[in-house]
Structure formats: structure tokens, C-alpha cells
């Protein structure tokens, strides 16, 4: 026979009964490891009443282990509490998923503003670029225009380079690069 032990569970379970005699208040209960639910008149020791299996008999009671109370608990209480567990984790790694995306955003920001600089300052450079072709076009064709003799070329200039280096000296003297100025 079952020691007296009080349910510690609520008369709300209207589930709960002894698997026997189907009794439901003023007794006390065990659940036996063969899953059956008895109350104290029908769950003596031995065999289950129910399926004759060999099992033991734990006394239904608030001394039992969590993981055994959870089975006499609302289903609704425990979803709820799971539930704020789930919630306080999702809060958590959506912070942290938002952290990581304001990151990124303001990563892309910093880009964007460079690509912008950079651009400009491409559009800069082309047009100094443009300048510099357009400028070394007209000192072509004046260059061209003063020397026609020579197919367009200075002698000694980066147009003609097998001529030797040469420079005009004060006094009209003209040297190359192996000849040396005395003055007079």
C-alpha cells in the first residue's frame, strides 16, 4: 500500500484520475514507471493493476524531481513559460542582428562616400588630362610651324632621339653635350 501523500496538483486537472478506478479527488496518487496513474486503494506494491506489468511507484507529490512534474503541469503554463524563455532569446539575437546590420550600413555609407570622392576626383584628373592632350596638340602643330625643315623635329628635343643634346650659349655658340663652354 501507497504512503498517504497529498496531490500537490489543483482540482483544474480534470484529465487526472486513477487508472483503476477512475477516481479523481480524495486520494492520494502514484504514477507508476509504466505510465499509469493510481490512487493509493489501487496502487499497491507489485505488479501494475492496470497492464500487470513489473514497475515501481512513485507517490504524486510536490518532493517529486522537475522533470517528472512537468507531465502534471498545464500544457498552457508550460507553453508560456517556454515562451517568454523564446522571447527573451529572440529579443536578444535580433539586438544583436541589428547591431551587426547598423554596422554594415554605416560600412557601406563610409563606401559610398569614398566611390564619391574618388569619383570626383577621377572626373578632376580626366579633365586636367584633357587639358594636358589639347595643350600638347597646340605645341605640336607650333612646333611644326617653326621647323619644317627638319620634318618637325628639334635636333637634340625628345622628337629626335639618335641627336645629340644641344644648347645655344649666351652669344649665339652652339654646343652638344661633349663640348664645353669657355667664355671669352
Known sequence: M???????????????????????????????S????????CGAAGPCPVCGAACRHLPISSQMRPQEKLFFKSPAAI????????????RFQR??????LA????AARRHRE???AAKRELGVKERELESLRREN??????QEQHSPACGGHIP??????????????PGGQVTTAQTYYTPL
Not at 95 to 100: F, G, N, P, R, W
Not at 137 to 142: D, I, S
Open 103 to 106: 554596422s554594415h550600413h554605416h
Open 137 to 142: 596638340t597646340e605645341l605640336r602643330r607650333a
Open 95 to 100: 539586438a544583436q542582428a541589428e547591431l551587426l
Open 156 to 169: 637634340g628635343t625628345h622628337g629626335d632621339p639618335t641627336a645629340p643634346a644641344a644648347a645655344q650659349l
Open 79 to 90: 507553453a508560456l513559460q517556454h515562451l517568454a524563455s523564446i522571447t527573451q532569446v529572440w
Open 34 to 41: 509504466c505510465g499509469h496513474v493510481l490512487c493509493a486503494a
Open 2 to 32: 501507497l504512503p498517504p501523500v497529498p496531490a500537490p496538483f489543483p482540482p483544474a486537472m480534470d484529465w487526472f484520475h486513477c487508472n483503476k478506478c477512475f477516481r479523481q479527488e480524495g486520494a492520494r496518487f502514484a504514477v507508476t
Open 114 to 116: 569614398a566611390m564619391e
